[in-house]
């Protein structure tokens, strides 16, 4: 029987889906094309939202700045499923504006953790080891 991952292990899993729920927003109209508009919101909101337990800015494999640049993204984002309505095609949800809005800011917070990269996903590391996923 294998033991369950550590609490840091799991910091550094669930930064990296953040990293990918990024990489689709920093896409922009393109992001939306290739998840969906249903995908394209509900991939960030599974690991960025106020609404879950606990708070996900107490993440130990955040820094403030990564912190400060996903809270901007938020407010875009609440502010662009605030805006829509709950079932849109891609085509609207693309014509409303939001992913160009959005897509500036989330390229910074991108950029921003790809600084630093991605963390393994099996082994505790202080520091991210891996870079960003190549294409």
Known sequence: MTEPPSSRVVDQ????RVIDAVEVL????????SA????YINMFFDVVDDDMP???RDLSTYTKAEVIELERVLGLMLDAVAATPEICTDDE???????ERIQPFAAR????????????????EDAASL???PN
Do not use: K, Q, Y
């Not at 920093?26 to 992001?31: H, T």
């Not at 969906?36 to 995908?39: D, G, I, K, M, N």
């Not at 917070?109 to 505790?124: H, N, P, S, Y």
């Open 54 to 56: 606990g708070d996900w």
């Open 26 to 33: 920093a896409g922009g109209p393109d992001g939306v094309r």
């Open 109 to 124: 917070a991108l950029a921003t953790m790809l600084r630093r990269g991605r963390f393994r996903e099996d082994v505790e």
């Open 13 to 16: 899993r669930v930064r990296n």
């Open 131 to 133: 870079g960003p996923r």
């Open 36 to 39: 969906s508009t249903a995908e």
């Open 93 to 99: 949800f693309i014509a409303s504006g939001w992913p």
